[in-house]
Each structure stands twice: as structure tokens, then as C-alpha cells.
């Protein structure tokens, strides 16, 4: 008998961290999400079922968030993923410095993403920022470009932070991929008269497609997550702001409990749709048997 | 051929560096210039004289000074106590979950899992309501186990992955000659683990430094707030002191960024082992 409870015994305390801090917050959530409920009215807390969600669904600045969202997240999973293969090839050959260039890939994603967002704030700043003075000082443009003041060009230099701090997990991933080939399958196909394009399609593509999805996939949930480089590059307002800033900003600025918890709850869902690619891109086991 | 190869490789090395190296290097740039340096465009990348100001304001120990350096401090704190509590429990989870049998195992593990994909805004509503109520916005104890509840599926995964390449006959044999399931995991899986407890805890470290969707919510307090808040406050609360700010920033980089250039391959193996099973 006492065999039989002791793993759960031992697991009590993980239960416990997680059941309190995770599980039961992620069901409360929902039930906020299906009341009325603002701060500002507090003596008129009631169901009132899927209303937030279709108030949600039906405002402009929804749509607004989403946009930005969905431009955040094409645009750095796709340059994560270029970028992060290609520094990946690049760490990969070796040289008597490999290890330290290794070391200086990996800080922009060891470093708080908040103050990397400071970093780049004072590249693109349009006073005295570096590409400015780099822009006028080789006379491409006469005036500061406004980089941050406008909406596309704003989210697009959210978009090259986030880029920065993904790509070394890309590219780790891609080293990876390519290390866990074996050098039989090259020496072979190049016996067999391959040329190098054939090879990198037929051989190292297919072969690092499971690594990919990982980094994909990875990438994809920290694209959907981003809060702190917007804050760092344009304070909390409207401009760029995503559906995860959108709930930040319902919830505790403007204290509308219940549509913000419906918000968090939608990016919830593309969240779970992202995972669970995630977890089976991760339990996906590679055999070359 | 050779020399074109070699060129471009050292082109892809000075690119890679400017990408790389270049915001730092700016930003360290930045709090050296005298302000009002800073605002003239005519004037080249270099300051023409460099300043420690913004170096000496910080330590000197003024409000904004004192301020950042106490969120060091929390930091620190928070990061020490994440370590304390989220390595044990993950060790012994790792453990039950990866080595023993027993009804619920693979439930208990996937729920795990699937938690590592949450976006914090879906629990920190409810979570934000229980800390008011129980008056715990400024008890850095409370603020840690949230991060903890944050880590703990990467590190049970990480660790139960790298506990699985540990040939069960060793602890058969353990088992065998008297060992207790305890001390079997004590004497045998512990100092296997060596290294793969030096990432997770790496890791559980430098995300607890990065914390600020948390704490922004969590933490309301000058004793729990950590560094990336107080950071924040210098740029969108106060009037901006561009070279503080980046002085501050420099600063707040140096233990994180000391830690992964120390322990670079516990990290790296950290992370790639993240990405490939077992």
C-alpha cells in the first residue's frame, strides 16, 4: 500500500505549484470570460455567456490587434527561420574561434527581452538613433526618419527585435539537424554524382525537416507572445499593439475584467493549436536505421 | 575558389558580428555621450568626449540610483529562490514521472506539457485577483512560484529526457544491492545529472532576470519589483535620461550575460536538448 502512493506523494509538490498557479487559473479565466464584469461597475457582476467573445469579434480594434498580430508573426517566423538556417551553416564550419562565436549567437536570446527592446529603441530612435546618423550622415535622407511613429514601421521594428532574440534558438536547432546527419549519406550521394543543389534538397532538406518544425513551431508561440519589446519600443499604447497587449490593456487599464479574459482566452486557443504541433514535432523521434 | 570561399566567409563573419555585437556596442556608446551630444545630427557614430555621469548618477546612490540597484537586488532574490525551490521539484518530478510506474503517469505528463504553450495573460487574471485578496502584490515568495509554475514543464521535460539516457540496468543494480529507491537517486541519478541540472538551473535563471509580464501584474512593491519593471519605469514613467537609461541597461545586462558566456556549453546543451529528444 504504501508503495502504491508514494510517486503520487512525491509529485505533490508539482501538483500543487501547478494545480493552484496554472490549472486553476486557466478555468477561471474562462468563467471571467463568460461574465459581465468591469471594475468600474463592480455591483453588476453577471453570466451573460458568449457575449464578450461576439463583442470581441465584432470591434475594429480587434481586428486592428489581429492585423498586427498576424504581421508579427509572419514576418518572424519567416526571418527566424532564414536567418537561423543560415547562422546555423555559418556556426556550423569550424574555425579556432567557434566556441566564442557560439557564446555571442546565443546572448540575444539569453538577455531580458525588455531590454533588448531598449537596445534596439536607441538604433532606430529618431533623434539621435544609429541608423539615423548612419542615414544622414551618408546622405540618403535629410531628415530623421520617424521609424517608431508610424504603424507598419513600427511593428516592423517589433518584428526585427523579436527576429533577434529567436534566431539563436533557430539556429542551435538547425546545427543540430544538421550534425544528427550522418557524413555516410553525403560521401555517397557525391560518389553517386550529386551535385551540391540535389544534395541539399534530396539529403539535408528532408532530413532537417523534423528540426525545422521544432524551431517553427517554437518560434510561432513566442511570435503570438510578444509584450515586452512593444512596451520597450512604444510605451503601452494603441499603436502596435497585439491581441496580448489588446487583453493587457481591457483588462487593467481600462478594468474590463470579463472582455479581456475572453480576449487572453482566443490567443489561448491559437496558442493550443501551435502546441500541439509543437509537442508532436518534439516527440517525433529520428532514425536513420 | 579557396580565396572567394574565404572571403565570404569572413563577410558573413563581419555581418553576423554587426548584427549581433552592434546593439550592445551602441547602447554602451549611448551612455557615454554627454546628452546633449546626443541630439546633434551633424556629429559623427563617437561621442568627442566620453562620460562616466550616467555611471557615477547610478551608483551614487540618488533616487533613481538607489531604485535600480534595489531591483537588482530583487532580482537576485527572486532568481536565488526560483533555484531553491524549482530545481528540487523538478529533479524529483523528473524522476517519479520518467522512472516509475504507476496509474496517471501519462496523464499527469501531458497536462504537464501542454502548460509549456499557455500565454501568461490566461492565467494572470485570476492569479492577479488571488494575490489582491490575499495581500500578497508585494511578497516575493508568491511572485517567485509563479515564475516557478512557468518553468517547471521545461524543466521536467529537459530532465526527465536526460534522466532516460541513463541505462536502467545501473539502477537495477543499485536496487538490487540494497539501495533504496532513494538513495539509488541520490547516489547514482544526482551526480550523473550534473549537467543537465547546470542548464535548467541556467535557464531558470536567466528567465527569472528576463521577468516582466509577470511582475508588471504581480509585483506592486519597491521590495518586489525586479530590474526589466524599474528599467521600464526610467522610460515611460519619468521624464527620459536617454544615458541613464542605457547606462542602466548596460548595467542590468552584465549578470546574465556574464552567466551564459561562463557556462556557454551547459547552455547550449540546454537548449539544443530542449529541441531534440532525448
Known amino acids: 500500500m504504501k508503495k502504491k502512493i508514494f510517486p503520487y506523494l512525491l509529485l505533490t509538490p508539482m501538483i500543487l505549484i501547478m494545480g493552484v498557479l496554472v490549472f486553476y487559473p486557466i478555468v477561471a479565466t474562462f468563467s471571467y470570460s463568460l461574465k459581465k464584469w468591469k471594475l468600474t461597475a463592480p455591483g453588476d457582476i453577471r453570466f451573460i455567456g458568449l457575449k464578450n467573445y461576439l463583442q470581441i469579434l465584432g470591434s475594429d480594434d480587434f481586428w486592428y490587434s489581429m492585423q498586427n498580430t498576424l504581421f508579427i508573426l509572419v514576418f518572424v517566423v519567416a526571418c527566424t527561420t532564414l536567418l537561423g538556417f543560415f547562422i546555423g551553416t555559418f556556426l556550423n564550419i569550424r574555425v579556432r574561434f567557434s566556441g566564442i562565436l557560439l557564446a555571442l549567437a546565443v546572448l540575444p536570446w539569453a538577455l531580458p527581452p525588455f531590454v533588448n527592446g531598449i537596445l534596439w529603441r536607441f538604433v532606430f530612435y529618431s533623434g539621435y538613433g544609429f541608423l539615423n546618423k548612419l542615414l544622414t550622415g551618408i546622405g540618403l535622407t535629410e531628415e530623421p526618419v520617424e521609424f517608431l511613429a508610424s504603424r507598419w514601421s513600427l511593428l516592423l521594428v517589433v518584428s526585427i527585435v523579436v527576429v533577434w532574440r529567436s534566431v539563436p534558438f533557430m539556429a542551435l536547432v538547425c546545427m543540430a539537424g544538421r550534425q544528427s546527419i550522418p557524413t555516410g549519406f553525403y560521401e555517397a550521394a557525391r560518389i553517386d554524382g550529386g551535385s551540391r543543389w540535389q544534395i541539399f534538397r534530396r539529403i539535408t532538406l528532408p532530413l532537417m525537416l523534423p528540426f525545422l518544425g521544432v524551431g517553427v513551431t517554437s518560434t510561432s508561440v513566442t511570435a503570438i507572445n510578444v509584450f515586452d519589446e512593444i512596451v520597450a519600443l512604444s510605451g503601452y499604447s494603441d499603436l502596435a499593439k497585439n491581441i496580448l497587449m489588446d487583453s493587457y490593456l481591457t483588462t487593467f487599464t481600462f478594468l474590463n475584467f470579463g472582455e479581456g479574459a475572453a480576449m487572453t482566452y482566443i490567443v489561448l486557443f491559437f496558442a493550443l493549436i501551435l502546441g500541439i504541433f509543437y509537442l508532436r514535432s518534439l516527440a517525433k523521434e529520428v532514425s536513420y536505421e | ?278
Open chain 2, 1 to 278: 575558389m579557396r580565396y572567394a570561399k574565404k572571403t565570404g566567409y569572413v563577410l558573413a563573419l563581419i555581418l553576423f558580428l554587426i548584427f549581433t555585437a552592434g546593439p550592445f556596442v551602441w547602447t554602451f556608446i549611448l551612455s557615454v555621450t554627454p546628452e546633449h551630444a546626443m541630439f546633434t545630427g551633424d556629429g559623427g557614430l563617437l561621442p568627442e568626449t566620453v562620460i562616466w555621469d550616467n555611471y557615477t548618477e547610478l551608483f551614487s546612490g540618488g533616487q533613481r540610483g538607489s531604485r535600480f540597484f534595489v531591483s537588482l537586488g530583487n532580482s537576485l532574490k527572486a532568481a536565488g529562490l526560483t533555484l531553491c525551490i524549482g530545481i528540487p521539484v523538478a529533479l524529483v518530478s523528473a524522476y517519479v514521472l520518467g522512472r516509475m510506474r504507476f496509474r496517471g503517469r501519462e496523464l499527469i505528463r501531458s497536462l504537464l506539457l501542454i502548460t509549456m504553450v499557455i500565454p501568461v495573460m490566461a492565467t494572470i487574471i485570476p492569479l492577479y485577483r488571488m494575490f489582491a485578496e490575499g495581500e500578497l502584490l508585494d511578497s516575493l515568495f508568491w511572485l517567485t512560484l509563479v515564475y516557478i509554475s512557468s518553468y517547471l514543464p521545461m524543466a521536467v521535460w529537459l530532465i526527465s529526457n536526460y534522466f532516460s539516457t541513463i541505462p536502467g540496468e545501473l539502477e537495477e543494480a543499485a536496487l538490487i544491492d540494497g539501495c533504496g529507491r532513494v538513495q539509488s537517486f541520490l547516489r547514482l541519478i544526482l551526480p550523473l545529472s550534473r549537467p543537465i541540472i547546470l542548464s535548467v538551473a541556467l535557464i531558470m535563471f536567466l528567465n527569472t532576470w528576463s521577468q516582466f509580464q509577470i511582475p508588471l501584474i504581480l509585483a506592486s512593491s519597491m521590495e518586489t519589483k525586479p530590474m526589466a519593471i524599474v528599467v521600464s519605469e526610467f522610460v515611460t514613467k519619468d521624464s527620459i535620461q536617454y544615458g541613464l537609461v542605457a547606462a542602466a541597461g548596460m548595467l542590468a545586462l552584465i549578470p546574465p550575460a556574464v552567466a551564459a558566456l561562463v557556462f556557454r556549453r551547459y547552455l547550449v546543451a540546454g537548449m539544443t536538448s530542449g529541441s531534440v529528444k532525448g
